[in-house]
Structures are given as structure tokens and as C-alpha cells.
């Protein structure tokens, strides 16, 4: 709010005008005035923070800026021009800046609960946009091969061959990215399953290493379909290992987070999708929940379930037993 001080009739005039246009919401009217009135009296601390007032309600931050500090600078033990220098800095998102300036401003007016709420306010905001950093950040460096890195010993100990095992690893990590970098800017992904080829023995003429199964999930019948064209699929197309990658709220059957015991979902009504890997040696199962944050979408920590309790699809490749 504009400030009402006494001063020369002349230059009270002025300064009163300013400050019926300024309680009326016309504030460049409100900082014309001001300026008139700053030329016929140029120290007076009261019409520099006016119009720093009125410059903030036009959004032109920088020359308000400028008023705050000349109000500061020609009175500096009235918290007046402090509080006007951190609301424009609060504008401005320089919310570091703009609760130093509030401090200064609480310590020449303990008293003001103005300046308190503004502090209140400014030290949310501090957090909010420090939390909403860390969301983005998350969202922007995707690295699953972190999150996957206790897998490796069990699949290196399946697959004897370090070269084999790292390619399943490799195609494991990048299914999983490509999925979550998809839900971070659409908030979906396609129900898809992912083969990983052989290099030598696939007609890739012929076989894709991606199958949309986007009608698999309706009823029983459409399930069992689908997984017999899989386990078909897996075998004709020499693949080493799959990769099944869900959203959770397109499942109408098998709703495997419905259960006791065993089965008991613990991720309640968490959206999210599942990722299945399979392959002759080795199958394992994740829930990638998801949470909204700040306005953006974020994918949590992949969530290792009990495959034999809550499943998406049977095991589509012939179970390789180890040699005895």
C-alpha cells in the first residue's frame, strides 16, 4: 500500500492523487504522479517507496528496484524501504535475496506482522523451489543402472558369460528409461513387450523387437491369447529375453495387487506401471510407482515384487534348469 506522509501542500497533492489512483488499481496514473511529485522534492524517502509501490503493481521489477534502494539510501533505519525491496526481489524469485531484505525490515519493526508473514511466506517458497528443483533434477537424470546395480550378481551368476549377461543388463536398463522418461512427460507408457534378438539367428525381416500388447489386459481370455502368442513369439524369434512394460490402470485382468498374504500390494492406489523381465534363466519383477510433485509427474525407486505372487504375464520361456 502506497504511504501517506506529511510533506509541502504542493507536493501533497500530488502525492495524494497518486495515492487515490493507486488504492483505485490505476497504478500507472499512481507512479506518473509520484514522479511529479519526486521533481519537486527529490529526498523524500515516502514518494520513492510509493512509487516502487505502484512500479512493482505495473511489473516493471528493475525500476522498482531502483526506487526501493534510493528509499533505503535516504532513510535507512525505516523498515518501509527493506519491506519494498524484498517484495520486489520476491517478484523477481530472488528468494534469498528478498528474506534478507525482510530481516533488515523486522529488525527496524519488530513488531510488524507484515514483515513476519512475508518472512513465513519467503521461507516456503525457499523450500518449495528448492524441492522443486530436486523433482526435476530426478526427472531430468534418469539412471536405472543405479537402481539395478544389485541385480547384476544374480544375473551374472545365471549366465556364466559376462558378455551375455551384459547385453540382458544393458537391454533391462534402457527398457526401463525409455518407460520412465515416457511417464515423466506424458504420464503414461505403452503396453509393450521388448525383445532382445539374437544377432545371428532373427529373421528381423520378420520379427519386430517390440509387440504392442495394448488389448492383453482386458478379460481371461484375451490374457491367455496374448501370452500364447508371446511364448510363440519368444521361441520362433530366438529372442534371449523379454521385457514387459505395463500401465497399471489399463490392467482389468490380472489385477495381481488385489490379495492376502503374499500377494498383499503395499503401494495402495498408487498409479505407476510393471516391468517383467524375462528370460530362460532368470525372471524378476518391478512396480515403478508414481507421485505427482510440485506440478510434475515423478516416477519413485522401481520396487522389486514376488514375481510368483503377483505375476502380469507366465513365464514365456522354457525354464532352463542349471546342470546338475
Excluded at 505502484?54 to 526506487?67: F, M, T
Excluded at 490402470?249 to 517383467?276: C, E, L, M, T
Excluded at 510433485?293 to 513365464?315: F, M, N, S, Y
Amino acid at each position: 500500500m502506497a504511504e501517506t506522509k506529511e510533506g509541502s501542500g504542493s507536493e501533497m497533492s500530488l502525492k495524494d492523487q497518486g495515492n487515490e489512483f493507486f488504492k483505485s488499481g490505476k497504478y500507472l496514473k499512481a507512479a506518473a504522479l509520484y514522479t511529479q511529485a519526486i521533481k519537486q522534492d527529490p529526498s523524500n524517502p515516502t514518494l520513492y517507496s510509493n512509487r516502487a509501490a505502484a512500479l512493482l503493481q505495473l511489473d516493471k521489477l528493475n525500476k522498482a528496484l531502483d526506487d526501493a534502494e534510493m528509499t533505503i539510501k535516504l532513510k535507512p533505519q525505516w523498515e518501509k524501504g527493506y519491506f519494498r525491496k524484498g517484495s520486489i526481489l520476491e517478484a523477481m524469485k530472488r528468494y534469498d535475496d528478498a528474506l534478507a531484505a525482510f530481516q533488515i525490515a523486522l529488525q527496524y519493526n519488530p513488531q510488524s506482522q507484515e514483515v513476519s508473514k512475508k518472512i513465513k511466506k519467503i521461507n516456503q517458497l525457499v523450500r518449495d523451489s528448492k524441492r522443486a528443483q530436486e523433482v526435476e533434477n530426478m526427472r531430468s537424470n534418469v539412471d536405472m543402472a543405479k537402481h539395478l546395480d544389485t541385480f547384476k550378481p544374480e544375473m551374472s551368476g545365471k549366465y556364466g558369460s559376462e558378455e551375455c549377461w551384459k547385453d540382458m543388463f544393458l537391454f533391462l536398463v534402457e527398457t526401463m528409461e525409455t518407460a520412465v522418461k515416457s511417464w515423466h512427460e506424458t504420464s503414461s507408457v505403452d503396453a509393450r513387450v521388448y525383445f532382445l534378438l539374437d544377432k545371428e539367428k532373427t529373421q528381423t525381416d520378420k520379427y519386430a523387437p517390440v509387440v504392442n500388447i495394448d488389448k492383453a489386459f482386458e478379460s481371461p481370455h484375451t490374457h491367455s491369447n496374448c501370452f500364447s502368442f508371446l511364448r510363440q513369439y519368444a521361441e520362433e524369434s530366438f529372442s534371449k529375453a523379454a521385457c514387459l512394460v505395463t500401465p497399471k490402470n489399463i490392467i482389468a485382468y490380472p489385477q495381481v495387487w488385489k490379495g492376502q498374504g503374499s500377494r498383499k500390494w503395499k503401494h495402495a492406489q498408487s498409479d505407476g506401471f510393471f516391468v517383467q523381465f524375462e528370460s530362460p534363466s532368470l525372471r524378476k519383477l518391478w512396480f515403478i510407482p508414481s507421485s505427482n510433485e510440485k506440478g510434475q509427474t515423478l516416477c519413485r525407486e522401481p520396487d522389486v515384487l514376488d514375481i510368483g505372487a503377483h505375476e502380469v504375464l507366465p513365464r514365456l520361456f522354457k525354464e532352463k534348469l542349471p546342470r546338475s
